[in-house]
């Protein structure tokens, strides 16, 4: 699908900065006339992106990069979001799925923000090494299973 | 900036409803369970949650309401949110929130059942 069309947004990597962020990407999603409830899937998405690229990255340049894309093929098709950092990234594979009756027993209660990323979100896409991590997400303008119907 | 979160309390007759108005981040969970021990403290058992004023939460946010969550277990009380958007009921239920706590549309039902 190609690029209809993009924002480029560079904030400081401080807290809520994710709401500057997810303003910008709900008023790309409203003009592309996504549906309310799935405009509000996107602002909690990119507030998780965010808000862990802040706890987390420890990003040299101190600051979060955001693309904001509008993909399709001749038409608005769906939504795409990149959260960037340029921080230490993370091993993947360490990453622990978080479980509610855990968590009400431990002393840790947070980890969640990945689990309701792809929970809100039609694809997720994580691209992590030495020099930062990606969160890309997409939100199809429709939800898939209505798509057709 | 975001402005903080602002409570209200409405104390009744064997339940107390805490209507938020704002985003519920660290700050604001961080407001709501001190809210929620005072109450506890004065002796509520039934605690409900209307988050009708609240577009906005973050996973530090709910991670703070679990918490409220583990205590209502552990003293045996009672905690129910109503009015939340879509978006936010879909969050809990993401989370596994709605096994451990009661989820209504709207207030009546909700009162009707933490007094019930």
Same mark, same amino acid.
């Given at each position: 699908?190609?690029?209809?069309? %993009?924002?480029?947004?560079? *904030?400081?990597?401080?807290?809520?900065?994710?709401?500057?962020?997810?303003?910008?990407?709900?008023?790309?999603? %409203?003009?592309?006339?996504?549906?309310?409830?799935?405009?509000?899937?996107?602002?909690?998405?990119? +507030?998780?992106?965010?808000?862990?690229?802040?706890?987390?990255?420890?990003?040299?340049?101190?600051? *979060?990069?955001?693309?904001?894309?509008?993909?399709?093929? @001749?038409?608005?098709?769906?939504? !795409?979001?990149?959260? #960037?950092?340029?921080?230490? @990234?993370?091993?993947?594979?360490?990453?622990? !799925?978080?479980? +509610?009756?855990?968590?009400?027993?431990? !002393? #840790?209660?947070?980890?969640?923000?990945?689990?309701?990323?792809?929970?809100?979100?039609? !694809?997720? #896409?994580?691209?992590? @090494?030495?020099?930062?991590?990606?969160?890309?997400?997409?939100?199809? *303008?429709?939800?898939?299973?209505?798509?057709? @119907? | 900036?975001?402005?903080? /979160?602002?409570?209200?309390?409405?104390?009744?007759?064997?339940?107390?409803?805490?209507?938020?108005? &704002?985003?519920?981040?660290?700050?604001?969970?961080?407001? $709501?369970?001190?809210?929620?021990?005072?109450?506890?403290?004065? &002796?509520?058992?039934?605690? /409900? /949650?209307?988050?009708? &004023?609240?577009?906005?939460?973050?996973?530090?946010?709910?991670?703070?309401?679990?918490?409220? $969550?583990?205590?209502? $277990? =552990?003293?045996?009380?009672?905690?129910?949110?109503?009015?939340?958007?879509?978006?936010?009921?879909?969050?809990?239920?993401?989370?596994?929130?709605?096994?451990?706590?009661?989820?209504? =549309?709207?207030?009546?039902?909700?009162?009707?059942?933490?007094?019930?």
């Amino acid at each position: 699908m190609a690029v209809l069309k %993009e924002v480029e947004l560079t *904030l400081n990597l401080a807290p809520e900065m994710e709401v500057e962020a997810c303003e910008k990407a709900c008023a790309v999603a %409203e003009f592309m006339a996504m549906s309310p409830d799935r405009v509000d899937e996107v602002r909690m998405a990119v +507030i998780e992106a965010c808000i862990n690229a802040i706890e987390h990255s420890s990003a040299e340049d101190g600051h *979060l990069h955001i693309h904001i894309a509008v993909v399709g093929d @001749g038409k608005p098709e769906a939504l !795409q979001v990149t959260v #960037r950092d340029q921080g230490v @990234g993370f091993d993947p594979e360490k990453l622990v !799925q978080p479980k +509610i009756e855990e968590k009400l027993k431990a !002393q #840790r209660k947070r980890g969640w923000g990945l689990k309701i990323i792809e929970g809100l979100m039609d !694809q997720v #896409r994580i691209e992590t @090494g030495a020099d930062g991590t990606a969160v890309i997400m997409c939100k199809k *303008l429709v939800e898939p299973r209505s798509a057709s @119907g | 900036m975001t402005e903080s /979160l602002k409570l209200t309390v409405d104390k009744r007759d064997g339940v107390a409803v805490v209507y938020t108005d &704002g985003y519920i981040n660290n700050q604001g969970g961080e407001e $709501i369970a001190k809210v929620a021990y005072d109450l506890l403290d004065e &002796g509520y058992r039934a605690l /409900l /949650l209307n988050l009708a &004023g609240t577009k906005i939460v973050n996973s530090i946010g709910i991670s703070i309401l679990i918490e409220i $969550i583990e205590k209502m $277990i =552990e003293v045996e009380g009672k905690l129910a949110f109503c009015n939340l958007t879509p978006t936010i009921d879909k969050t809990f239920h993401i989370m596994g929130l709605a096994q451990y706590t009661s989820i209504f =549309e709207d207030e009546t039902e909700a009162v009707t059942h933490l007094t019930g």
